[in-house]
């Protein structure tokens, strides 16, 4: 995993790259010089920000993460139909297997909310 101080602060990444987008493109039609000057702001900002150290451990915290989500992904889709491989829910004596949205559910509640009974 990567190391946390080395990620970018994503809603300042988000907001320098709008900005820059946006810059950019009011300097295209108005076809003028004058925003220019912000143009050349919005975009040093940026690249300050979009460094290649955020780049490379954005890549790198991806790539860690991809495995897990590739792994919920395949149960979610084969949690009905995979030989030994039931995610369930246990009301009273009966058991009620979870899949798509109601794995989904079933998992956000249970971490937002402490775990379901």
């Not at 809603?11 to 220019?36: M, P, Q, Y």
């Not at 491989?85 to 109601?102: D, F, N, R, T």
């Amino acid at each position: 995993m990567v190391n946390q101080a080395q990620l970018p602060d994503l809603a300042n990444l988000k907001r320098v790259a709008e900005a820059a987008e946006n810059t950019f493109s009011e300097l295209c039609k108005s076809g003028g010089d004058d925003l220019a000057e912000a143009w050349d702001k919005a975009e040093l900002e940026f690249m300050d920000v979009a460094n290649s150290t955020a780049v490379l451990a954005l890549i790198c915290e991806i790539q860690a993460l991809r495995p897990d989500a590739e792994r919920y992904r395949w149960l979610n889709r084969k949690a009905d139909t995979g030989p030994n491989i039931c995610v369930s829910e246990w009301i009273g004596p009966h058991e009620y297997p979870l899949i798509g949205p109601a794995l989904d559910a079933a998992i956000d509640a249970a971490m937002g909310n402490g775990e379901r009974s």
